[in-house]
């Protein structure tokens, strides 16, 4: 019995002076050099791979501008978490100094094509840590969240009590630089969840590859997404990818099931989507262009797909005789 195929798809658019020889030499808490540390949490009310403010990568690349001194402090240093914090082997100054920084997380540096560039700012009145601009090689596969943030940290002095005050560490907020397009799926029936195979989804003529920069002139720690980094040259990254399997998906069922999801540059837009699937034996695809393809920064886009089969019915008639005329035989 041949079956053809009916898809609902519903889109929801989802985030100073240095102390003297005598000072130092009364101010024990001076000879204790104090390792910098970050306390990492991720832009809320924002909505892309990472979901909620839980900090979950596992390392992040971090560079660091002293502003009072006017100079370069520390560039392209791995941090990873140490019990509760965050660190890289880099210590605060003994002397008042106010330090900015800047890292980034998500782009990996083995896979080809990917790089990093520092790019330190030579300005003594400059409130932002050094700018970065990362590369990004096709990641369609791979699946990355890229992610920034940028921190301030102040070492402090009291002349009074000759002391120096360290930061117990640096809070970091991290933006998505990226547009999250995910995708559920479910059968509308049993009949349905057994008679279908979903075997792809394909996002087309969508960007994975680019250049991202992020500089103190284009990025406001205070202002959230409404300032935020710059894409370039995502032309490049151009093509139709499938999203990514998402863990533990198996087969159609009658209950709403995370089936895939893939990271794009926003603002290049989509212009459609194909899903591609098998029923009775053959394959077929069915392309949807949603009724807006803009994707915009640090948002996420969740497609709620419906499958349900429809049974072909047939229903016979028979037309009537048409008269010929009588004919008369003699024997």
Partial sequence: MKKNLFLISVAAL??????????????????????????????????????????????????????TNSRDFFTATTFTKDATTWKGGKYWPFSAAYINFLAYTGLDLNVVGNSQSWDILDDETSQAASGVTLVMA????????????????????????????????????????????????????????????????????????????????????????????????????EGNYPAVAA???????????????????????MASFTINYTLDGNTYNYTYTPASTTLAQAYKYTYNITLTVHEIEIAPSVTNWTEGGPTAVNL
């Fill in 138 to 237: 096709n990641n369609s596969s791979t699946q990355n969240d890229l992610m920034y943030a940028i921190g301030h940290g102040e070492v402090t002095f009291n002349s009074s009590t000759n002391a120096l005050g360290f930061p117990a560490n640096v809070p970091m907020t991290f933006m998505h630089a990226q547009a999250w397009v995910k995708f559920t799926v479910k059968a509308g029936d049993e009949t349905s969840a057994s008679a279908i195979t979903v075997n792809s989804i394909t996002l087309n003529s969508v960007s994975c590859a680019g250049t991202y920069t992020v500089t103190h002139t284009n990025y406001n720690a205070t202002s959230g997404q409404s300032v935020a980094g710059v894409w370039s040259e995502y032309a490049i990254g």
């Fill in 247 to 269: 863990s533990g998906y198996s087969a159609l069922t009658t209950s709403v099931q995370d089936y895939a999801s893939l990271m794009v540059v926003p603002n290049k837009g």
């Fill in 14 to 67: 989802a985030f100073a002076a240095c102390s003297n020889d005598t000072t130092v030499e009364q101010n024990t808490t001076v000879n204790q050099p104090k390792e910098i540390a970050f306390s990492p949490l991720v832009q809320p009310n924002t909505r892309a791979a990472v979901d909620g403010t839980t900090f979950t990568p596992t390392t992040m690349q971090v560079a660091a501008w002293d502003v």
